[in-house]
Structures are given as structure tokens and as C-alpha cells.
């Protein structure tokens, strides 16, 4: 199933989801929104006041952030939604960053096996990426999406409106994804989006509404031409083999890093990999690290750093035979998926980012 993204051009996302909701298949549908303690209070009374189809729905509020992504806290939606009478009918609108959508999404799946549910992404990084696509998943023993389910939503509604509230270290992080979207996609963007940051130039709304269509619109015909990520769709992981290794050990030394931002630190290593074993220029791996330095600052990690950073990273969903495969650059809009990586090659990358 494709899903359809709403956004604003003339007739606004909101009005969009509101047709869409008050519309036959779903007038009659019995609606839950899931949200947590920050979008119940900063993204409710906009939602609500946009989308009259929404008046009367119940709400089911989640821990905030990564705590939400348990299958606890699934058991929990799955008991109040059977309390609250659902049924395979009923329809879920999640409201929130990437992990109201991910949990929201993943009891979506497995409620009475695969109910509809409704995107409606409130930070950056959910806006250009995790709201899109229909991968759910929930945490494991600290490893990351260890258990979830493809089940697309039927909508996404962009409205970058929610923006507003988003602390300025949330929108930092969607910036790294839509870096790699960027590096992805077009160098052009990418340029500008590295220029305007590095300048300290400010980002007005309307251009980063333009950069936000362009990544919502990139994910969205990648993920259509390969849904469960056979082929093609593994692009959209570049940064993410050492990111999710960098987010988790983040966690472990009770310094959590937010998933943008380890996914940001990820892209440094897998870029100097790509300049190592496919020759990308340096320029573009010293032009990242002047991003990351200016955003947040490079990690400078000790070997034994590197080496539980590592152990997460064997644990990855993308290996595949014990090897560890990342997503590499040739050039920009050039990845090359399922590159094969030796432990030694992750030791140097973690370790040498720190020197550019
Ligand atoms: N499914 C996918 O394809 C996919 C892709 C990328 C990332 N992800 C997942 O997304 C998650 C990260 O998402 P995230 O960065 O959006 O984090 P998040 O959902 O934790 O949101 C970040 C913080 O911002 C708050 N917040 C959200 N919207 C707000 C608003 N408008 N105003 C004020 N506060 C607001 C949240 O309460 C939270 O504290 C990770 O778990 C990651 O694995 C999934
Ligand atoms: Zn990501």
C-alpha cells in the first residue's frame, strides 16, 4: 500500500487530513491519538483545533523518548485499546517525533493483526524521515528496533507549523538526517543546507519547508520502490551502522545522544570510510566535520570506546555472514549499499574523526 503524504500547498495539511477523516472510510472509525507528555501539551491544541474530525478521540500518552519504544509499553496500547472497545476498524494517530510514530506505529501492526494508522510527525527528524515508510519497531535489551513490523501508514500529515515548539537540540538532529537525505539526493541542497549552517546564516521557515518536501518527497519514492528493503531502500541507512552502535553505547555511559545527532556522528565515520575505500574526496569528508564540529562537536573516542561501540555494531540487523555492511559514498547521490567493513576499518573510523 502507498502511503499518501499531506502537505501544505494550497490547501493546507491540516484541511487535508481533516477531508481525509471526516471522509467514508473513516467518519465511523472509532480514533485513538497517541502522543507523549510534550506533544499532549505543545501539539494538542493545534491538531485539535485544525482537524475538527479529530473532537471526541481518545488519547493514549506514552513515556517520552526512547523509553516509549518497549514492548511494555506496547502490551500497555494493545490492553487500553482492547479496554477502549477497538476494533479492526479503529484507526491511530500518532502524534509525535519518531518514537511516538515507530511504537505507535508497531501496536498499529500487531493490534488484531494490522490496524490503520495516521502519521502525524512533530519534530524534524519524524517530519523527513521516521514518520515515512512504515517500518515500526520497538528496543530490545538496550539494542535498537530489535523487534517490529512493515506496516505502512495510511497518511502522513506534514505540518511544519509544530515546529515552533521543538527545543533547538530536536532540530539539530532532524538536521543530520536531512544531511543524509541530502548527500543522498542532491549535492546542491546539500551545499546550501552546509553553507546557511556553517555561515550561521539564518534557516527561515519557508526554506526549510522546501528542504523538508524534498526529503519527505526522496524517503517516500525510495521506500515505494522497495518497501521491506531488499534492494534500494538500504541507501536511507548511510550513517546508521555506526550510528546506531554510537546511539546505543551513548545510552550505556548514561550520555544519551539523541538519534539525529548519533546518526550525524556516524555519517563522519562512514564518510571517512568512503574516502578510504571509495575514494570520495577528502574535501567532502573535511566539509562534513566542519557541519558536525559546528552543530555538536566530534567525539573523540579511546580504543575502548571503539570497542564497545563495535559490539553493539555486531549486533546490527543489516549483517549479514558476521560481516558488518555499511552504506558508502562513491559521490554524493552515489551510495553503494552492502559494503563489507573489517573490525579494524571501525576502530580507525571512531578513532580518527576526531582529527578533522
Ligand atoms: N521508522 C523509521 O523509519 C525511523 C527513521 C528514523 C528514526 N527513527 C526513530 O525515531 C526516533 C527518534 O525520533 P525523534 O528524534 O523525533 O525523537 P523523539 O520522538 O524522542 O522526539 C524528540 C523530543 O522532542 C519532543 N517533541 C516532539 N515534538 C515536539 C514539539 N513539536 N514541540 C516540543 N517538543 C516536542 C519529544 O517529546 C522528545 O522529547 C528514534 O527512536 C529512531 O530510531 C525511525
Ligand atoms: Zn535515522
Known amino acids: 500500500m502507498k502511503t499518501k503524504i499531506l502537505t501544505s500547498s494550497r490547501v493546507s495539511a491540516f484541511a487535508k487530513l481533516n477531508r481525509l477523516l471526516s471522509g467514508v472510510s473513516y467518519r465511523d ?4 491519538i497517541i502522543v507523549d507528555a510534550n506533544t499532549y501539551e505543545n501539539c ?32 500497555q496500547l494493545w490492553q487500553a485499546l482492547l479496554e ?24 498499529a501492526a500487531g493490534f488484531k493483526r494490522g490496524i490503520r494508522y495516521i502519521n502525524v510527525p512533530t519534530t524534524l527528524l519524524a517530519m523527513v524521515d521516521a514518520a515515512i515508510g512504515g ?22 500529515c506534514i505540518c511544519p507549523d509544530f515546529l515552533e515548539t521543538l527545543p533547538d537540540e530536536e532540530l539539530v538532529s532532524g538536521l543530520f538526517e ?7 539526493s542532491d549535492k546542491d541542497m546539500y551545499k546550501s543546507l552546509s553553507d546557511t549552517i556553517v555561515s550561521d546564516a539564518d534557516l527561515d521557515m519557508d526554506t526549510l519547508k522546501l528542504f523538508i518536501e524534498h526529503c519527505a518527497g526522496f524517503k517516500t519514492s525510495v521506500v515505494d520502490s522497495d518497501p521491506t528493503e531488499k534492494s534500494v531502500r538500504k541507501i536511507l541507512n548511510f550513517g546508521h551502522t555506526f550510528g546506531h552502535g554510537i546511539e546505543s553505547y551513548s545510552s550505556e555511559i548514561g550520555k544519551p545522544l539523541s538519534h539525529g545527532i548519533a546518526i550525524g556522528v556516524g555519517m563522519a565515520c562512514e564518510l571517512y570510510l568512503s574516502h578510504k575505500k571509495l575514494g570520495i574526496s577528502r574535501e567532502v569528508l573535511e566539509d562534513y566535520c566542519k557541519i558536525l564540529t559546528h552543530l555538536v562537536g566530534i567525539p573523540k573516542y579511546k580504543l575502548r570506546d571503539a570497542e564497545k561501540i563495535l559490539s553493539y555494531m555486531r549486533a546490527d540487523k543489516k549483517n549479514r555472514d558476521g560481516l558488518i555492511l555499511c552504506v558508502l559514498l562513491r559521490d554524493f547521490a552515489e551510495p553503494v549499499i552492502d559494503v563489507p567493513i573489517d573490525e579494524n576499518e571501525v576502530r580507525d573510523a571512531l578513532l580518527q574523526i576526531a582529527k578533522f
Open 29 to 32: 472509525a472509532q480514533k485513538f
Open 44 to 75: 494538542i491544541p493545534l491538531l485539535i483545533s485544525r482537524v475538527e474530525a479529530l473532537e471526541g478521540a481518545s488519547f493514549f500518552e506514552v513515556p517520552v523518548g526512547e523509553e516509549a519504544k518497549s514492548i511494555e509499553v506496547a502490551g
Open 84 to 107: 477502549s472497545g477497538a476494533d479492526r476498524d479503529s484507526v491511530i494517530v500518532n502524534l509525535g517525533g519518531g518514537t511516538v510514530c515507530d511504537i505507535g506505529g508497531f501496536v
Open 135 to 156: 517500518k515500526t519497531a520497538v528496543n530490545l535489551n538496550g539494542v535498537k528496533n530489535q523487534v517490529g513490523f512493515f506496516h505502512s501508514p495510511q497518511s502522513v
Open 178 to 184: 536531512m544531511f543524509k537525505t541530502l548527500a543522498l
